[in-house]
């Protein structure tokens, strides 16, 4: 008899990741695809991601030993349903993915315990209590404009602030103000117009153009504190105050997951709400695609089975 | 002999307007057409915007006898100065328009005196030191993303920020929450969803889908904070205190002109602004077309004939 197997699906603002385990959580088949966010990107794209990286991660693989599917799909749409169980049946897997929160996969990639709490830093920032891996509370994740406070876009935009500031005061870039330097190479390149007011200027018409653009100076933003930028150690500082304040408006008991890019790599922000939280049990996310496939394949397999296997599920790529 | 007559155009970001005057400062023609930013609107739809204007406002008047245009447009471009000229030609005006900035009209609209401060809160805010009628210095104006303190869509933004934290907070509106229930209103009509955080994304999803429009909650600002509301008259405290250090950045003597919607209108803001300005010359732009007509007459008066009309020329129609 062959083995069964189980699919999870983390398709988030970033890239759609698909992969198929054996229910030991042994993973045979992983792949990524573009960013698959119906609501951000239309519906035809979301699906197109979803079935690209679908194929390439089953392979040569039968759909019919596929047991279970798992999806969490960032900015999901009702319309959505029917079209990837269209995709599922035409592997011939025999039943259609069950739909979870994003947050929820994100939660499991850091922890087998059915109760504790999320925060979560990438572009966005959130912070989730989790009852029976089922979203219980949220705070913040209002989005760019409005909150999403401690967030890559929010750390980014403090720095573009921070920058601007200081040139409408008059004070040209110094070569050892380090946030400035790396702000204003990652905006403009080597151009440098001739006055500090026409280089701010120039900062903010590139930064309202695409102004999600801000959430790629997050990194410099840690590169500059961790190389003792006292402006950038300010911004890290208040975004892991912001993290750790979204943090206790949900969090009761259990383990604290930490997921997002700002969260999940090495660096101040990192460090900062980790110090913030001694005392609490502190897990970082790993591979969501393989939580999914995990949540997915939870309800075969005993818990203790369950709690053993979550590592080999979810350990990266 | 017929009289010499002069034009003036303010072309901003919500309106054009261009005035005809006799040098004596009465108003012989006045017009308004739709905004003419050519930055934000095209070059196209700006041109037409002026044009419009300029016919309406000369009507049957001989364009021969204008011995003088001054224009000052929001988003001005290079492009735009052959498009002018030939539209001025065409109504048989012997000399096409001068340039200045509009910070320059909006000062100008305020004071006859050539050296002084403008502080303007519209849309966006902005402080300029004024010399001899031209911008000797500039602070903020750095955009609605990352500066603009306390201009309307600051204002407007900082009050949605309210309204949606402590929605996420678990607050149910309650009716004497005037701010929130102003915006509320505002943004989602009597459409109200069930829990506090599904009005929260609802709010957050409307701003986000038109982020200037949160420009338009600063007028709701100023009427919660005038009945008493304690978070109204925060945001209005600290928008003040924004505005009023931007001013303080570039003014050293002279009168100080108060400009754009947010200043002109009586209301919290203004007063807070006026109060702290204590002790200095506070002036209010009135009608920028007329003031880009009385600049554009000033070579052609001796000066205390120039200062004597300015009443004249920027009296609003």
């Known amino acids: ?7 999870g699906v983390d398709a988030g603002a970033t890239s759609t990741r698909v992969s198929v385990h054996a229910l030991d959580g042994r993973r045979v088949g992983y792949a990524r695809a573009a960013a698959g966010n119906p609501t951000a990107h239309g519906l035809a794209k979301a699906v197109a991601a979803i079935g690209a990286a679908l194929k390439e991660a089953l392979d040569s693989l039968d759909g019919s030993r596929v047991a279970a599917s798992l999806a969490g799909v960032a900015g999901h749409t009702a319309a959505m349903v029917p079209e990837l169980a269209a995709l599922w049946a035409a592997h011939g897997i025999p039943q259609p993915p069950v739909y979870v929160r994003d947050v929820t996969i994100a939660y499991a990639a850091g922890s087998a315990e059915p109760d504790g709490s999320l925060l979560l830093s990438g572009t966005g920032a959130v912070a989730t209590r989790v009852a029976g891996f089922e979203v219980a509370r949220i705070a913040d994740g209002l989005g760019w404009l409005l909150g999403d406070q401690g967030s890559g876009f929010w750390i980014g935009r403090e720095a573009a602030k921070a920058v ?3 040139l409408d005061r008059g004070r040209l870039p110094a070569r050892d103000d380090i946030l400035t330097d790396l702000v204003l190479t990652h905006v403009l390149g ?3 117009p001739e006055t500090p007011r026409a280089i701010a200027d120039r900062v903010v018409r590139v930064a309202q153009t695409d102004h999600m653009g801000l959430a790629a100076l997050a990194a410099l933003v840690s590169k500059a504190a961790a ?3 006292p402006v950038a150690e300010g911004i890290v500082g208040r975004a892991a105050g ?5 943090l206790r408006r949900v969090h009761v008991s259990g383990p604290v997951v930490l997921a997002g890019s700002v969260l999940t790599n090495d660096g101040p922000v990192r460090d900062a709400v980790t110090e913030l939280l001694a005392g609490e049990r502190v897990a970082t996310a790993r591979d969501g695609a393989g939580a999914a496939a995990w949540l997915a394949a939870r309800p075969l397999l005993t818990e203790p089975e369950a709690a053993s296997r979550h590592a080999a599920f979810t350990t990266a790529p």
Chains 1, 2 share one sequence.
């Open 1 to 7: 008899m062959t083995e069964s197997l189980v699919v």
């Open 164 to 166: 601007v500031a200081s």
């Open 190 to 192: 080597q151009e440098r």
């Open 227 to 229: 190389a003792g930028d």
């Open 242 to 246: 912001h993290l750790v304040d979204t």
